[in-house]
């Protein structure tokens, strides 16, 4: 379905854990973070902890081992195709990182399922060590959002994606997420848009918190085999929308020939 934007979190949503927490556990690494986790920022202490892999001589490859081995629930794979598959224009924004995601992505058979990933970039060096920086220059005035950590606001990033597809009509939203910082982007959405908050995490209580700024429906969810239901049932129910308003649209302009 052209006409439909849906805009992902990536960790504990399309993944039910936590990339970063589990690379750090995988790879034997919980009490160096854990020593160093009030002393730095969180995308500094991930890109430590790839420093601390590569001096321990595990490599890039290493660590896309260990990610290939994240569980993804079945039915957001499924979900996932099928949405891609009717022409949803599938995006994430995302505080993990783009070798994380990518990886995960390519493992289970869906990164080319989405159009765009926005998320802290990454990059392998010449000696397999993989570095990870701040999505925003957090040493600049980048935003001035006080809902989002300073290295990235997907509040920004939902105006930019909602700026650059305008020009072709206008879309419907649906935004699913579970964390603090995608609170800021659920605002940006206006009615006869959709946000499926992760139920009892930390979106879905600022939500209910904070019920008359939220202009979308919410549908709440709590496992992967219901992300993927509501999902497909929402797609199915704004293209059904869409439809008859094309249909209804064609039946006035005919009874004014």
């Not at 002393?39 to 595990?58: A, C, I, V």
């Not at 290295?151 to 603090?180: E, T």
């Not at 600022?206 to 049932?233: F, P, Q, T, V």
Request: with cysteine; charged share 25%; proline share 4%.
């Amino acid at each position: 379905m052209a006409g439909i934007v849906v805009v992902f979190d990536f960790d504990r949503t399309l993944i039910d854990g936590d990339s970063d927490s589990w690379v750090v556990a995988e790879m034997g690494l919980t009490q160096l973070f854990n020593e160093l986790l009030s002393t730095l920022p969180w995308n500094k202490l991930m890109d430590r902890m790839m420093k601390e892999l590569h001096l321990q001589g595990k490599s890039s490859v290493d660590i896309k081992e260990c990610l290939k081995r994240i569980p993804m629930h079945p039915g957001v794979i499924a979900a996932i195709k099928s949405a891609h598959a009717s022409g949803c224009d599938l995006r994430i924004i995302s505080d993990a990182n783009q070798f994380f995601i990518e990886t995960i992505l390519e493992c289970h058979g869906l990164l080319g399922c989405f159009s765009h990933i926005v998320t802290n970039p990454s990059f392998v060096d010449g000696d397999g060590r993989l570095g990870i920086f701040p999505y925003h220059d957090v040493g600049s005035p980048s935003h001035s959002c006080n809902l989002c950590p300073p290295n990235l606001c997907k509040g920004v990033v939902i105006d930019q994606i909602q700026a650059s597809v305008s020009a072709n009509g206008r879309k419907r939203y649906i935004y699913l997420g579970d964390g603090r910082n995608d609170f800021c982007p659920t605002l940006r959405l206006v009615e006869g848009d959709h946000v499926m908050p992760r139920k009892d995490y930390a979106l879905s209580k600022r939500i209910y918190s904070n019920r008359m700024l939220i202009k979308a429906d919410i549908h709440e969810w709590s496992d992967g085999e219901e992300l993927g239901k509501i999902l497909l049932h929402l797609i199915h129910r704004i293209s059904t929308e869409e439809i008859n308003c094309s249909d209804l649209s064609q039946l006035n302009s005919s009874d004014h020939i």
